[in-house]
């Protein structure tokens, strides 16, 4: 899309490149962005030679969710989290579950207007223990991210973001620098997949993993979506799952989550239990302590156990916690061992429930 005019707040990561246009350094798409025009993602965009972020304090609306829904099962669990997103995204993938956001090219999408302080505002007038950059991903509204996980830092409120992780090795200390917990979405292990499906590559995302876990204190949990026939096979899971407790270790969880036809792929079957459980026990064999299943009602797989005596530590029925044996610090009650994750002595009681809230003053 051609604009003669495009307005928005000043942007970071990128360089000027050629006569007149701007090399964004944001993502590894590295976007050479001409006058008036957008990046890939729809929101980056040339204004007379400057990089603009044209969805700065534009939100495509807030919500309360469970913080499970993120989803992360061990920070704070059963907290509250004031959620938000823009519109546009730095990847392609044709099985898009929020596709109506993320693919938007409608501007209009984004007008629930919000400036940093007003969200944390927001979150301590909700009680929010922490508020997440979502729907679409964050990556590629960066700026707004940082003010606002700077505002919520200084009002006492946790920051969480929900990235597919997508981005280049000059951006990754900033983005995470006012981050407490993220959720990366690993897509895949497979580039071909990754390439062909997403329009991206799976070695930028694996970086930003391996950066968060030699880099940063952020508490980072994985989802991948199965998908029948594209990324669920043994021979895949196992490979993702071993390479998972060589480089990060065993105590990252991950999230096997199931898959509906959506957006362009509805070519494909839901994603059968029967898989999950599969990619779930596949996931335990390797050695990764904490497996769970996602989009599925299985009460095994929204349960958190001891890795040391077995014991059940947090059982959830959806995102509602129905039981609660741990201590101080995530310590199990039965066994003293130490459940990683960023615990409270007690769970918080929000349930399953899912408010809608307006960001107008």
């Known amino acids: 899309m051609d604009e003669t005019i495009v307005s ?6 990128w360089r000027p490149w050629g006569k007149d246009r701007v090399l964004c ?32 304090g534009r939100s495509s609306g807030f919500c309360i969710d469970p913080i499970e829904k993120k989803p992360l099962n061990h920070f704070l669990p059963g907290t509250p989290v004031l959620s938000f997103g823009t519109a546009g995204c730095n990847l392609s993938c044709s099985f898009c579950q ?11 999408r984004s007008m629930h207007y919000a400036s940093p302080q007003r969200i944390a505002d927001l979150a301590q007038e909700y009680a929010c223990r922490s508020v997440a950059f979502t729907y679409n991903d964050p990556v590629i ?5 940082e003010d606002t996980a700077i505002a919520c830092r200084e009002a006492g409120v946790k920051t969480v973001a929900v990235t597919a ?20 979405d690993l897509k895949s292990f497979d580039e071909s997949f990754y390439r062909k499906t997403c329009g991206g590559h799976l070695q930028d995302v ?4 391996v950066y968060l876990k030699r880099e940063t204190n952020v508490w980072f949990e994985i989802t991948t979506l199965l998908i029948p026939g594209a990324n669920d096979s043994v021979d895949e899971i196992r490979r993702m799952s071993e390479w998972i407790v060589d480089t990060l270790g065993v105590d990252v969880p991950i999230h096997f989550s199931a898959f509906h036809p959506d957006y362009k792929m509805n070519d494909k079957m839901r994603t059968p239990l029967d898989t999950l459980i599969r990619a779930r026990d596949l996931a335990l064999e390797s050695g990764i302590r904490h497996v769970y299943t996602g989009n599925v009602h299985y009460s095994e797989g929204d349960t958190t156990f001891c890795h040391n005596c ?52």
């Open 8 to 13: 928005g707040h000043a942007g970071q990561f």
């Open 25 to 56: 350094e944001l993502c590894p798409r590295a976007c050479k962005i001409g006058p008036g025009q957008r990046g890939f993602c729809f929101v980056r965009a040339n204004n007379n030679g400057q990089m603009v972020l044209t969805t700065y």
């Open 98 to 108: 929020n596709w109506d956001i993320s693919k938007s090219r409608d501007m209009d």
């Open 141 to 145: 509204f960066y700026e707004y991210l």
């Open 165 to 184: 992780g997508y981005m280049t090795e000059q951006a990754r200390p900033a983005f995470f620098k006012h981050i407490d917990a993220t959720n990366v």
């Open 206 to 209: 694996l970086d930003t993993l």
């Open 310 to 361: 077995g014991s059940r530590l947090i059982v959830r029925d959806w995102y509602n916690l129905s039981y609660w044996a741990l201590g101080e610090a995530g310590s199990c009650n039965n066994c003293g061992a130490l459940c990683s994750g960023f615990f409270e002595s007690q769970p918080g009681n929000w349930g399953n429930r899912r408010k809608s809230i307006s960001a107008a003053i």
